[in-house]
């Protein structure tokens, strides 16, 4: 398939997204077809705010770090807003029924 057939097949699906809720054709809302081809647009997103903010008042975290540990970005979180780290790596567990990570909320130290 050429680019062009790409985008027209993308398109055509993302087309549906302005059916009614619950018609059977509906598809994930979303209308940015060309962005899911090009990429993120993260760095746009990024130069705008550091229009407004420094380097070191952002914070960056990776979502397979989050998905996988999400105690040691939590952790991070905490770090980098200067607050007690009171969730971390210890309050989660790996569920196997789902199949991802899962917070232990009963063992949180929180008052």
Same mark, same amino acid.
């Given at each position: 398939?050429?680019?062009?057939?790409?985008?027209? +097949?993308?398109?055509?699906?993302?087309?549906?997204?302005? &059916?009614? +809720?619950?018609?059977?054709?509906? /598809? !994930?809302? %979303?209308?940015?077809?060309? =962005? /899911?081809?090009?990429?993120? $647009? !993260?760095?746009?997103?990024? #130069?705008? !705010? %550091?229009?407004?903010?420094?380097?070191?008042?952002?914070?960056?975290?990776? +979502?397979? *770090?989050?998905? *996988? #540990?999400?105690?040691?970005? &939590?952790?991070?979180? =905490?770090? @980098?807003?200067? /607050?007690?780290? &009171?969730?971390?790596?210890?309050?989660?567990? @790996?569920? *196997? *029924?789902?199949?991802?990570? =899962?917070?232990?909320?009963? #063992? $949180?130290? /929180?008052?």
């Amino acid at each position: 398939m050429t680019d062009d057939e790409i985008r027209s +097949a993308v398109r055509m699906y993302f087309s549906r997204v302005d &059916l009614m +809720a619950g018609s059977p054709g509906r /598809v !994930y809302p %979303l209308k940015i077809p060309d =962005a /899911v081809l090009t990429g993120s $647009l !993260y760095s746009t997103h990024i #130069n705008t !705010y %550091l229009h407004y903010f420094t380097q070191d008042q952002m914070l960056y975290l990776d +979502a397979t *770090e989050l998905i *996988e #540990n999400p105690g040691m970005s &939590l952790r991070r979180v =905490a770090d @980098f807003a200067g /607050v007690p780290q &009171l969730i971390t790596e210890e309050n989660f567990y @790996f569920d *196997e *029924e789902k199949g991802t990570q =899962a917070c232990n909320y009963s #063992n $949180l130290d /929180v008052q």
